[in-house]
């Protein structure tokens, strides 16, 4: 379990991560979304001990990332497809984190085969694509058959085939009773990957929540109602302070109430209803919504962010 | 509830890691690397290179009578030593460069463990080099005026266990610079500056204060280890001061890489 307990990282002025309080839970996949620069990848890496927090603290099963002994053992990741020495072979690279944390060198063989990599084990890792690199990278997270894995934008890079094979990959190990947390900023992504979402805007939490409550808690989830008097529900319906939208001659798109407040004003008012569905949001609406007033460097009519990795590169 | 990791394992698997788990996984980063045998080579050639070239200088000139076996340690390692100083660097630089730096973080997220694992693994490497290298400044004395020169069992072993023991000094010197200065060239221009160019700085100032201090940096314990001189102090003072500023350096270069930010 990842436990972060306010925690803080500023840089000279900018707040990057702003008092962040989380708890991931087992047997999830949690997705972390935000726009660039929310902070994700900094709280990703303060949980790795990579970056040290100004204030507050991230914890792995209870204690600091660098008093773990092994700590491929409890936690694996992916940070970026980069974390590799390109003038080393994939299987040095993994045999050499094995040896790091007392793991057998046999896992690097079975590691390597689950991510596809058999065939090109003994090349250079300067030669592999970013797709590859990925894949290595997600390797080196599965060493130590870790109850936790933490992978940063994971889809990256990855082809078609990649993409589905690190969602049905995520699926499975959260059914293991893991616990995976992944950052995307990809929202279909999410939608079919991720069980619950944590979402931040510059550096702060935003919500945390199962994602079907996000979904259902976004204002543009609405209700469609079809009727012969329109506009007599419609005068009804604002009464009752919801919002109600005209679409064509006899539809109503409302939002701001539920089917059953639509249907009780209808029957009071004597209205007949000739349709009453629910309209869902998708995760995309709803993230955008929730994201609006954070998004730091967004278009200004508010388009959507653009799409590439958070990361401020740092070597 | 889903079993855990640990029990499908079916093992504890609290053993191994630590420092020797460390040391294991730089060993094998360090000779998974084609530019260690590149610059380990190169040391090695080049410092046997320069032993031949010098010994036939001496030949020509007449002048490797009484010399001793040792005599041409320090001429020989004076280019040779930057080889070694490369693959120091390159032990913590080339990761900094590549991003590998954070693998090695996180797969051993406590510091000074990173620092004593790479510190242990280059001081076995530069200091088996060093000897293999001092043995070459011999191989190609012996081959030139193997006739002339003074070959005492002692004046071999100085050679040989200096040479290793100058090549371990400079190369945690640079360790613990790289770690400082993270990236690959501003640790080699300062190993560089410190090594060859502040020496040859001092000789042309003559300033006797300036000379005094110059005498006590890392090139000029080269002196005293390899060739065997006496003046101004014999080899277990430059053992020593060699010693404490690889050790100034590596305390350095911790506290940086504790500090920072990977």
Redesign the interface.
């Known amino acids: 379990m990842i436990s972060l307990r306010n925690l803080t990282k500023r840089y000279g002025d900018k707040v990057v991560v702003d008092r962040l309080s989380v708890d991931l839970a087992p047997?999830k996949v949690t997705g972390f979304l935000g726009p660039n620069g929310a902070g994700k990848s900094t709280t990703m890496?303060m949980v790795?001990?990579?970056?040290?927090p100004t204030a507050g603290e991230a914890l792995v099963d209870g204690r600091p990332?660098?008093?773990?002994?092994?700590?491929?053992?409890r936690i694996g990741?992916l940070?970026?497809a980069?974390?590799?020495?390109?003038?080393?072979?994939a299987r040095?690279?993994l045999?050499?984190?094995a040896?790091?944390?007392?793991?057998p060198v046999r896992r690097v063989g079975e590691v390597l085969e689950t991510v596809g990599l058999t065939g090109v084990a003994d090349q250079r890792a300067g030669k592999f694509s970013l797709g590859m690199g990925q894949r290595l990278g997600i390797a080196?997270a599965l060493l130590g058959?870790?109850?936790i894995l933490m992978f940063d934008e994971p889809v990256n890079g990855l082809d078609p085939d990649g993409v589905r094979w690190i969602r049905g990959l995520m699926r499975s190990l959260a059914?293991?009773?893991?616990t995976v947390f992944v950052s995307s900023h990809l929202m279909s992504e999410m939608q079919t990957t991720a069980d619950q979402l944590v979402v931040i805007g510059k550096g702060r939490l935003i919500a945390d929540a199962p994602i079907s409550e996000v979904i259902e808690a976004s204002s543009l989830t609405a209700v469609r109602v079809r009727t012969p008097r329109p506009d007599e529900l419609e005068q009804q319906l604002l009464v009752a302070g919801m919002r109600v939208e005209r679409h064509g001659g006899d539809e109503l798109i409302v939002t701001g109430g539920t089917m059953d407040r639509i249907g009780g004003v209808a029957h009071q008012a004597g209205v007949r209803l000739n349709e009453l569905s629910p309209r869902a949001a998708s995760l995309e609406q709803a993230y955008m919504e929730l994201t609006a007033s954070s998004v730091e460097f967004g278009a200004p009519s508010g388009a959507a962010p653009a799409e590439g990795t958070d990361d401020r590169e740092?070597? | 509830m889903a079993t855990t990791a640990q029990e499908r394992r079916g093992e504890p698997q609290q053993s191994g890691g630590g420092l020797p788990g460390a040391i294991a996984a730089e060993w094998t980063k360090l000779w998974g690397l084609r530019s260690t045998w590149l610059c380990l080579g190169v040391a090695v050639l080049l410092t046997g290179g320069t032993a031949l070239l010098a010994s036939l200088a001496l030949q020509a000139n007449g002048t490797a009578d009484g010399m001793t076996a040792n005599a041409l340690g320090y001429t020989s390692t004076l280019l040779s030593q930057f080889a070694m100083v490369a693959a120091a660097s390159l032990l913590i630089t080339g990761e900094y460069a590549t991003g590998a730096v954070r693998t090695t973080l996180t797969t051993v997220p406590a510091r000074a463990r990173v620092v004593l694992a790479k510190v242990a693994v280059l001081a076995v490497t530069s200091f088996a080099t060093g000897c293999v290298a001092g043995a070459a400044v011999i191989a190609g004395a012996a081959a030139v005026v193997g006739d002339v020169m003074e070959f005492e069992a002692a004046h071999v072993l100085h050679e040989i266990a200096g040479t290793g023991g100058y090549f371990l000094g400079i190369s945690l010197f640079t360790l613990g610079l790289g770690l400082l200065v993270r990236s690959t060239a501003g640790t080699l221009s300062i190993a560089f500056g410190v090594l060859l160019a502040i020496p040859s700085i001092s000789q042309i100032v003559g300033n006797e204060t300036v000379t005094a201090f110059v005498d006590h940096t890392p090139p000029m314990t080269g002196a005293s280890l390899m060739s065997g001189a006496t003046e101004p102090y014999g080899w277990g003072t430059g053992a020593l001061l060699l010693a404490a500023w690889a050790a100034l350096a590596l305390a350095a270069g911790y506290t940086a890489l504790a500090r920072r930010d990977a």
Request: glycine share 12%; net charge positive.
């Open positions: 047997g890496r790795l001990g990579l970056d040290r990332y660098a008093e773990l002994r092994h700590p491929m053992r990741a940070l970026d980069k974390a590799v020495h390109s003038g080393r072979t040095n690279h045999t050499a984190m040896r790091s944390n007392g793991l080196g058959d870790p109850e059914a293991e009773g893991r740092r070597v």
